[in-house]
């Protein structure tokens, strides 16, 4: 038969919120942060290439300063040390020109002349251009010289050696600002997003925990509210699955305990009427039912006890804990456990020593009771059953153990299980024993383990309780 997947685990290439998140958050930086640094790196630049040219326009105003206008006679009186001064530079090298009205040159560098644009009076330009075989970056000056309308141009130039360094700084400041603003960013949308998700988690861990046992709603607090409408409905359908188990439970408690009576009519009277005398051909089918009806109470009993136990487990609350002697427990219950094994032509030992656990004292006895009924239903005749418990490092324990034939080691786990029973498991009993057993001792926050007995002989089922801390 075929069956249609309604749902399954997320696999590893399964998206997740916090990816889907990251992804949203951390893509658009990948944009934004280089865009971002380019914006820096030109406002950052302009200002210094601006002041760069400004230099230049020193030099030019110096020049202009020094040219000497009489009427239509036009001179540039620059000393040899006044040119050095201008041109001093330790990057760069620095060249100039002055053109008089006619075209002439008056002074440094003619050929840098033939870079100069047509201008107006007081007219500047700045342009980058070549010269002598490097690249350089040119100002340009018209100055206004002598009468007419005459002009005089002055032009000062240099190599690009500070533009290129500033060029580079800019640059590197800008990546360095860039992946800082980058780093700084994404630290925070990671722990943005993990403190988001903090909730969703602690919400998911509670519904990791529920069991079958332990039903309770999702604590609604912190939860952001785009989800606190899943938790209300994944609560409600808690409150619904607790409503049906609780339903459950009391079906199956009503059921055994209307069981119980006809069941215990049955066994009495079927012993009654093998005691009597009766033709010897009814004394199978007499056997089988006085059997029957004592597997039949017995299961009843058991299904009892179950429900009992899922009661305690699902509303801990109403049902608290308390201090239980298990010493004085199993001496008080001894009686009831002496006469079957008497019957079953067993010895029932006792080694108890003070030991005291946090629990419940019906479902402890029950837990106890069950694995006495085990042992004698299965170490089999002449066998010794010792009942013990105490204390061992602040732990608490107790157990029950035979020299019967015992379990074989892989069979052990599969005991556990409802209804479950070894395959040379003789008697009328019914499976359900030691899974009762498991689920008390889970409800106690014990530990119960299958071993062997002493001499590798019988069984041994030890029950560990969570230290007292004593």
């Not at 040159?105 to 070549?130: I, K």
């Not at 912190?222 to 409600?236: H, K, M, Q």
């Amino acid at each position: 038969m075929s069956h249609s997947r309604l749902g399954g685990s997320a696999g590893p290439t399964s998206p997740t919120l916090r990816r889907t998140l990251l992804l949203g958050l951390l893509v658009p930086l990948l944009v934004l942060v280089p865009l971002t640094a380019a914006v820096i790196y030109r406002l950052a630049l302009t200002p210094a290439l601006d002041g760069l040219d400004r230099a230049l326009t020193d030099t030019a105003v110096a020049l202009s300063r020094i040219v000497d206008v009489q009427g239509d006679a036009v001179t540039l009186p620059l000393s040899a040390q006044t040119a050095r001064a201008l041109q001093a530079d330790l990057v760069d090298h620095t060249v100039f020109a002055v053109g008089g009205p006619d075209g002439r040159p008056l002074g440094g560098e003619a050929a840098l002349l033939a870079l100069a644009p047509p201008l107006a009076a007081d007219q500047w330009s700045f342009f980058e251009g070549q010269f002598g075989g490097q690249p350089v970056r040119v100002a340009v000056h018209a100055m206004a010289c002598g009468t007419k309308g005459r002009l005089c141009v002055i032009v000062v130039a240099e190599t690009l050696g500070k533009r290129q360094q500033a060029e580079r700084a800019v640059m590197l400041a800008s990546l360095a600002g860039a992946t800082v603003l980058a780093l700084v960013l994404a630290a925070l949308a990671m722990a943005a997003v993990a403190r988001g998700l903090r909730p969703l988690q602690r919400a998911a861990a509670e519904v990791a925990a529920l069991s079958p046992a332990r039903l309770a709603p999702v604590d609604t607090r912190g939860v952001p509210r785009e989800v606190l409408g899943f938790v209300d409905a994944l609560n409600g359908l808690l409150a619904r699955i607790r409503d049906a188990a609780t339903a459950q439970r009391a079906f199956i408690a009503d059921a055994a305990h209307q069981l119980r009576t006809p069941l215990a009519v049955m066994r009495v009277e079927a012993a009654q009427a093998l005691a009597t005398p009766h033709p010897e051909a009814q004394q199978p089918m007499l056997e089988r039912l006085h059997a029957a009806a004592e597997r039949g109470a017995r299961l009843a009993q058991q299904l009892l006890s179950m429900a009992r136990t899922e009661s305690f487990a699902l509303d801990p609350q109403q049902q608290p804990a308390q201090p239980v002697d298990l010493r004085q427990l199993i001496a008080e219950a001894a009686d009831r456990w002496l006469e079957p094994s008497i019957e079953a032509g067993q010895d029932l030992g006792f080694e108890l020593a003070h030991s005291v656990v946090q629990g419940h004292p019906v479902l402890l006895e029950e837990l106890v009771g069950n694995l006495v009924h085990n042992a004698v239903a299965h170490a089999g005749r002449g066998a010794r059953i010792t009942v013990a418990c105490g204390v061992d490092a602040h732990v608490p324990w107790l157990s029950v153990e035979d020299d019967g034939p015992g379990v074989p080691e892989e069979e052990r786990p599969l005991l556990w299980q409802r209804f479950r029973r070894g395959r040379e498991a003789g008697g009328t009993g019914s499976g359900l024993g030691l899974a009762i057993v498991a689920d008390i001792a889970r409800l106690h926050g014990a530990q119960a383990a299958l071993l062997a007995g002493v001499d590798g002989r019988g069984l041994k089922v030890l029950v560990r309780f969570p230290a007292s801390g004593a």
